[in-house]
């Protein structure tokens, strides 16, 4: 994994001649989907010149299509796709996947409406993949709107935080660059959430199949900023967890796993917290009760320190605040895991809930549509 340096931008390579193409997947955001489409307009490297852009929409009922065509205007690159088999982010990557290997892109950039990207974010990403890096990404920084900001700003900037152990192996779905040759390699699961995660999975484990290691070289930029939000009240986050640890476990399931790779990472610290703590109080041990008090400080005071690059605007509590997000997470992750898992197995419903996704990962590969290109004028 390479981190580049601030003077990227001194490459003297021609981005003019690149075939990149930039998604945008969306669903009921139209104001979301304007500020990130006039953040793309404004790119050092403009749009039409050194990028394309995609909008994958999954059934919006917003205004989201007026908001685009208007936006098509000012930019005459713009395409809108409606996404042929709804249910999530793993069927509309499927299939513009394969709407841009037939355009014979070079480049693929994933997005989302939610991101606001600074002036240099694409040139920076496709200077990282002319470069030789097969993924890129660069710096989450999530905007501050409720203290459910506090509470998951790491989620986002998990590979940020760790670049050497997260980082080196794994990109947001929503901060990533890619060639599009990496995907001959690996797919993404025709799941509603977490597909970027079982994606990465299956990079890893296709990569050293046959006793050949196949090495991805992955790049972050850290000026490479793009400003993302989360959700800004309890529902809001219990919807999220809900829908990403479905998708997680659906896409587990496509790939051949019992059980989500990470349930065990959030679990088990989960399970042994709690355990440690019920016993300092049962036996009234002060040994046993500071391991977890040192464990939640020191984390505290890394995520804390972390935040000032990471979240725009954070408090005097932000450290506490994520942490106690973490064992949100954790707990969110194993309720909701086991929750599904036991409803699949107990009604024997693993081969329908298989059958249905690659049901859906063939419509989402032959699906006909390519976008059209904005704006459509009215007569």
């Not at 990227?8 to 075939?19: F, H, V």
């Not at 019992?258 to 109080?281: C, E, G, Q, R």
């Not at 194993?334 to 298989?354: F, H, N, P, Q, R």
Request: glycine content about 6%; charged content about 20%; hydrophobic content about 40%.
């Amino acid at each position: 994994m390479i981190i580049y340096p601030h003077n990227i931008l001194d490459n003297g390579i021609s981005i003019e001649s690149r075939r990149t193409a930039l998604v945008i997947l969306n669903k009921d955001n139209a104001e979301g989907l304007r500020k990130a489409l006039e953040s793309l307009e404004t790119q050092s490297c403009p749009p039409c010149k050194c990028f394309d852009i995609y909008i994958v929409d999954g059934g919006s009922s917003d205004h989201s299509f007026l908001v685009a065509n208007e936006m098509g205007s000012k930019i005459p690159c713009l395409y809108w796709l409606d996404q042929s088999v709804k249910g999530g982010t793993g069927p509309a990557r499927i299939e513009i996947l394969e709407v841009l290997r037939k355009k014979g892109y070079k480049y693929i950039i994933w997005g989302d409406s939610e991101n606001i990207y600074s002036r240099e974010y694409v040139e920076r990403i496709i200077t990282m993949l002319d470069r030789g890096c097969d993924i890129a990404s660069g710096r989450s920084v999530v905007i501050r709107q409720s203290i459910w900001s506090e509470a998951f700003y790491w989620y986002h900037a998990f590979h940020n935080l760790f670049p050497r152990i997260v980082g080196s192996r794994h990109a947001p779905g929503n901060n990533m660059g890619a060639k599009i040759s990496v995907y001959d390699l690996a797919s993404y699961p025709p799941s509603k959430r977490s597909d970027d995660y079982i994606f990465t999975f299956s990079l890893i484990k296709n990569s050293s199949r046959d006793g050949e290691i196949n090495k991805v070289k992955y790049c972050i930029d850290e000026d490479a900023v793009v400003r993302v939000s989360m959700a800004e009240s309890l529902r809001g986050v219990i919807s999220w967890q809900r829908s990403r640890v479905s998708g997680l476990v659906m896409g587990s399931l496509y790939i051949g796993l019992k059980i989500p790779p990470d349930l065990l990472s959030w679990s088990a610290p989960l399970a042994v917290f709690l355990a440690l703590l019920i016993l300092s109080v049962i036996l009234l041990n002060p040994v046993l009760l500071a391991i977890p008090i040192i464990s939640i400080i020191s984390l505290s005071v890394f995520l804390h320190i972390k935040s000032r690059r990471y979240l725009d605007k954070g408090s005097w509590i932000t450290g506490l605040v994520a942490t106690l997000g973490m064992i949100l997470h954790a707990f969110f992750t194993t309720i909701y895991a086991l929750e599904d898992l036991i409803k699949i197995y107990v009604s024997g419903g693993v081969e329908k809930t298989i059958a249905n996704m690659r049901e859906a990962e063939i419509k989402a590969k032959n699906s006909m549509r390519e976008g059209l290109r904005l704006p459509i004028k009215s007569t």
